[in-house]
Structure formats: structure tokens, C-alpha cells
């Protein structure tokens, strides 16, 4: 079962920084700010298990297969990688970029959620196998989290707006 509250607040995380950065980088556009919410769902990649267990793709390649390496480091590192291969090659360092600050904003949020063990996911694998202790603050079925970042991208996207609403001389350049 998908967390509905988790995958939300983690799109809406990626838009508070995404637009964040678009407002510090003029040069970033709303499809920059679509990076980074794509990045910090992409760890949750890891979700299509549910359409296609592990099993099932393992007997169609016909060689040992697992999706939870996509919910850690190395899985972040390797979707940042080919997602960038989508890009024109100009490009592609800025999607590489937005797409790890956005999975990165994922897997600090993920390491704050309570755990029946009280330990965290492998979240730095390949590079080790230590589990962190879970933070313990929020379940990913909660919607609080979801109601505080939802109040921080409204307020961002109001100050945004505000921005872009002014004169373009009427102030000093962010950059």
C-alpha cells in the first residue's frame, strides 16, 4: 500500500526547494523546480515492487533482480544518471543536480520516520550497510507532515509570485 501523506509531502518537499532555488538562480525556470519534485519522489521509485514484484522480473530476465536498491544512495545516483541521459547534453549537469537535492530532501525526510526497530533504512548503500537510528518523529502514514509542507510551499509560492509580480528594476538582482 502506497502512503498517499509520504509521497506527497515528498513532492511538495522537492517543490518548497526547487522553487527555493529558483527564486536564489533566476536562471531556473518551472521546469527546473519539476526536476527537483521528481528527484525527491524518485527514491519511491521503488514502489513499482507492487506492480512488479521482485519475482516476476527476476523470471522474465532470468537473473537474481531487486527493486530496493533504488530506495538508497546508489539507486538515487543511478536515476539521477540515466533520468540526465533524457536531457540535451547541455543540460544534463543541471538535471543530474535538482534531481539529487530533490532525492536527497527524500531520503532526509524518510530517515526522520518511525521504524518497529527504531533503525533506519540502508540509506547510503552501496557504500555501507550501516542503518542510522530512525528519528522516530512521524509515520509515513501521517498527514501532518503533509499539512506543515503544504503550508511551506504555499507561503513560497506566494513569495515567488510576489517577486515576479515586480517591476524588474525595483529592486536588486538576486544573482
Known sequence: MIAVP?????VLVGYVIGT?????YRRLRRGHVTL??????????????????????????????AWG??????????????????FAPEYRRDAVLLVAIGAASHHLLDLGLMTP??????AFWPLTEYRPPAGGLYMSTDYWP???????AVLVWGFKRRLDARPEGSSASLE
Open 36 to 65: 527537483a519534485m521528481v528527484g525527491a519522489l524518485s527514491p519511491d521509485f521503488v514502489k513499482i515492487d507492487l506492480a512488479m514484484p521482485d519475482e516476476f522480473v527476476s523470471y522474465q530476465l532470468g537473473v537474481p533482480f
Open 117 to 122: 526497530t527504531g533503525y533506519s533504512y540502508a
Open 146 to 152: 503533509a499539512l506543515v509542507a503544504g503550508l511551506c
Open 20 to 24: 527555493v532555488l529558483s527564486i536564489r
Open 69 to 86: 536498491p533504488l530506495h538508497t544512495l546508489g539507486g538515487t545516483i543511478v536515476v539521477a544518471l540515466l533520468g540526465s541521459l533524457l
Open 6 to 10: 509520504d509521497v506527497f509531502t515528498h
